[in-house]
């Protein structure tokens, strides 16, 4: 795991942010707001203590595409419990053929890839802004990671955000994966990366 600061003014709450397989804090950066913002991603290894939270008093926990399997392995293996939890663009079960994305196309996704195939992924992702830079061996790992590390253990949200638009983990397998939390969803317009700009922080976590 990588942890970055993307804002800290040293509050008393902050929003820890789970982000998506190698597209880095872009998808974040559009939005707005006051709060500390301490963004994750690189799920190779899920067994970082995070101790930069212990000087926070509120926890808000935002999980986003593979970020939302990747936080609930985490919660269960650290004990970590924010006090709001929002999952947006993911699911408990990110290699799965039915409630995820078929672990075929993450694995043929991981072994062909490229500058350009990682260039399409953000398109199909609609990212916005151009491809990040990328480790290809190091986001290889990560994909492969999540195929071995299977779905996460069952975790509720408080609010599960599920675009309508989605190419990279199709909406009817979100909506299949959160039946039980059903009552938790809400659908936005929109790609895999539903963010706008001119929108807030405050707009996905109340």
Do not use: N
């Not at 939890?85 to 053929?97: C, E, H, K, Q, W």
């Not at 151009?130 to 996460?152: K, M, W």
């Amino acid at each position: 795991m990588k942890a970055r600061w993307l804002h800290r003014r040293g509050h008393g709450a902050m929003i820890l942010v789970f982000g998506g397989w190698a597209l880095g804090p872009a998808p974040f950066l559009r939005l707005s707001g006051g709060q500390d913002v301490l963004f994750v991603d690189d799920y190779r290894q899920l067994d970082d203590p995070l101790t930069e939270l212990r000087a926070f008093d509120h926890i808000t926990l935002v999980a986003f595409s593979f970020g939302v399997a990747a936080a609930a392995h985490w919660m269960s293996m650290t004990g970590t419990r924010p006090a709001r939890s929002v999952a947006i663009s993911g699911t408990l079960f990110p290699a799965d053929p039915e409630r995820g994305i078929a672990p075929d196309i993450i694995r043929a996704t991981a072994e062909g890839l490229s500058a350009a195939s990682f260039a399409k992924f953000c398109l199909r992702a609609g990212l916005g802004s151009p491809a990040p830079d990328l480790d290809i061996e190091s986001a290889r790992t990560e994909l492969l990671s999540v195929l071995d590390r299977g779905p996460a253990p069952e975790t509720a949200f408080d609010r599960i955000w599920i675009p309508q638009k989605d190419r990279i983990i199709p909406t009817a397998a979100q909506e299949l994966a959160w039946t039980r939390q059903r009552e938790a969803v809400c659908h936005i317009p929109g790609p895999h990366v539903p963010f706008r700009v001119g929108q807030s922080w405050a707009e996905w976590i109340e």
